[in-house]
């Protein structure tokens, strides 16, 4: 029996190289790769980083409600004059959902201060310059009562009751359309005086 042999080189070429069937074109290219992951990288910081900075202005805005209550207190502990009366208190009043103010209670040499409402009243109270949160998309997560702080103690009133067991005033701050409690800050006021934050 003769030995069987190829009859062309190039069947003999054919049969020792496998063939791949890859189109042209088929796949990404590495440069096509590194300009998705490049774009990929960029949005994942740009996120991180706007996250980032609104849980921080959400901190400072907190920190500015907090540090405006204990200015109303300590206004009214100190009796300070405003505008040449000695007024009958001072107070914190919302405003809108960025914005709040203290305001500054009627003069007490013409006014009983314990029978006035302690609640802001445009018409014998005084808003002094508002305060405005730094960034708008850090905001107030609902409308709050006022309170009020009435000399010397002082006695805290809050929506215009005084009652030591009543519950705290609250007030929540957010980032605008987040769900509490992450991305959020409650300050709670108590009718003792006490400020507390979570």
């Known amino acids: 029996m003769a030995p069987f042999h190829f009859s062309h080189y190039s069947d ?5 190289q496998p063939h791949f069937c890859f189109k ?24 991180i980083t706007n996250f980032s ?6 901190e400072q ?8 209550v204990r200015e109303a207190q300590t206004k ?6 405003y505008n040449g009366y000695n007024p009958c208190g001072y107070g914190i009043h919302y405003i ?6 203290i305001y500054v209670g009627p003069s007490a040499t013409t006014n009983d201060c314990s029978t006035i409402d302690k609640n802001y009243q445009s018409n014998q109270d005084t808003l002094l310059p508002t305060q ?6 850090v905001q107030f997560t609902n409308p709050f009562s006022d309170v009020f702080f009435l000399p010397p103690d002082p006695k805290t009133y809050i929506n215009n009751s005084a009652l030591l067991n009543q519950p705290p005033l609250s007030i929540n701050i957010s980032a ?21 934050s979570q």
């Open 12 to 16: 003999k070429q054919e049969l020792a």
């Open 24 to 47: 042209s074109g088929a796949g990404f290219t590495l440069v096509e790769m590194v300009v998705v992951m490049a774009i990929i990288g960029f949005l994942s910081t740009s996120l």
């Open 53 to 58: 900075r609104t849980r921080v202005d959400i």
């Open 61 to 68: 805005s907190a920190n500015l409600v907090i540090a405006t």
């Open 76 to 81: 009214a502990i100190s009796s300070k004059i």
């Open 96 to 101: 809108d959902v960025n914005q709040f103010a």
């Open 132 to 137: 405005t949160f730094i960034n708008s998309k």
């Open 176 to 196: 605008s359309g987040a769900a509490c409690p992450q991305n959020c800050r409650a300050i709670s006021i108590y009718p003792s005086g006490k400020i507390e």
